[in-house]
């Protein structure tokens, strides 16, 4: 990370039962994320001193570890939408490297699919009615609708089209295909996406990210700890984080997200450039969201993400820059906040254990990748995290 400070890893990463789970409690998810990333890392819970979540409880992350048994001395309650995880990753890692913890572990879990089926839950139109909220709330600005409105304007002045759109969610569910823990495999067709019910124009269903339960957990650890840990480490090479806006009123630019600073800022500190990333991991609520990070992520120009998304390039089979290879948010699981998800599965990729989906570097099959991007959305573009990952 810095000059003089540790080096930091991903040891231990792993997913609870995802999909359909409608036999446990979201503190129970945790619990089995976190035992089954311990024990992928080889590592005992009495290593981790640092505990991450967000999203559960009165004071989280506080009931969480107690629930799972640690009593940490470093802990993060961020909360910033889906991008929360790969924010804390980043603050985790800076602890590391500086010595304030030595096994940093993320966890999280959601019953959200169970919970509307139970009754337990009703589906929410909006975050709240207070602060700059309160000016848009009454014009039904649903957090869907803010999405759909940047699409359209990024439609509007650069000719994207709806089945540009519609081919983000046709690739990702033909990565899905290829993975055998996702929740929908059966392939769809630009055609299939376009006659969906519509939900926001110009979003039809399968625009728009499935609801499942799921988690997932992530262990961090010094570079003392990798020695002993039954996986090879995956690297964190650069960080970047940013904050653009709450009110719609206040954001400059609908075709331009937040992960155009903290994707800038991960590649300048990781001393990577775009162009040498092998796969990426991105937040996918809505297919806009993929296409607008590819962007500002800087995989192509801006304007440009409809022309680079229709030539099948996010393809784990033959595409040029295999884009959410699990499926993602569109096909695999979305238990809520999917951010911890994007890295279970960029370490998954990095170490080789992608299987069917297994993305392979320049060199061709058998030459595992070098190089992989998470990078997460949160709210409506109000927050972006970005991390790059390497392997030795």
């Known amino acids: 990370m810095t000059a003089g400070s540790r080096k930091v890893a991903v040891v231990g990463v792993a997913l609870s039962d995802c999909g359909r789970v409608d036999d446990a409690t979201p503190y129970a998810l945790h619990a089995q994320a976190a035992r089954r990333a311990l024990a992928d890392a080889g590592l005992g819970r009495e290593v981790v001193d640092g505990f991450a979540s967000a999203g559960l409880g009165t004071l989280a992350p506080v009931e969480v570890a107690e629930y799972l048994g640690l009593r940490p001395t470093w802990v993060d309650s961020t909360s910033v939408g889906g991008s929360t995880w790969e924010v804390m990753a980043a603050h985790a890692a800076d602890a590391i490297a500086a010595g304030h913890a030595n096994a940093v572990l993320l966890a999280y879990g959601s019953t959200a699919r169970a919970d509307i089926r139970a009754g337990r839950r009703t589906g929410n ?179 440009e993400g409809g022309a680079f998304v229709e030539k099948g390039r996010l393809l784990v089979r033959g595409g040029e820059l295999p884009v959410n290879t699990d499926g993602g948010g569109l096909s695999a699981q979305h238990p809520g906040m999917r951010g911890l998800f994007l890295l279970v599965e960029a370490v998954r990729q990095l170490r080789g254990e992608g299987g069917e989906r297994q993305v392979w570097g320049p060199g061709g099959r058998g030459e595992l990748p070098r190089l992989g991007v998470a990078s997460a959305t949160g709210g409506w573009f109000c927050s972006s995290g970005t991390l790059v990952l390497g392997r030795e």
């Open 125 to 303: 139109l909006s975050f709240g009615s207070r602060g700059p909220l309160q000016f848009e709330v009454p014009y039904g600005h649903t957090l869907i609708a803010k999405y759909a409105m940047a699409a359209r304007r990024h439609m509007l002045e650069h000719g994207t089209t709806i089945e540009q759109l519609a081919q983000v969610a046709v690739q990702a569910r033909a990565n899905a295909a290829l993975n055998p823990e996702a929740m929908f495999r059966d392939p769809i067709t630009v055609d299939d996406v376009l006659s969906g019910p519509m939900i926001a124009d110009p979003f039809t269903k399968l625009h728009c990210c499935i609801r499942s339960d799921g988690g997932a957990a992530v262990l961090l650890a010094a570079e003392e700890f990798v020695r002993d840990c039954r996986t090879a480490p995956v690297w964190i090479l650069g960080t970047g984080e940013h904050v653009s806006h709450a009110a719609m009123s206040e954001w400059p630019d609908f075709t331009t997200g937040p992960a155009a600073v903290s994707g800038r800022l991960a590649f300048e500190r990781a001393g990577v450039r775009p162009e040498e990333i092998d796969f990426a991991e991105l937040y996918d609520a809505f297919t806009y969201m993929t296409l607008v990070t590819l962007e500002d992520l800087g995989f192509c120009g801006k304007g």
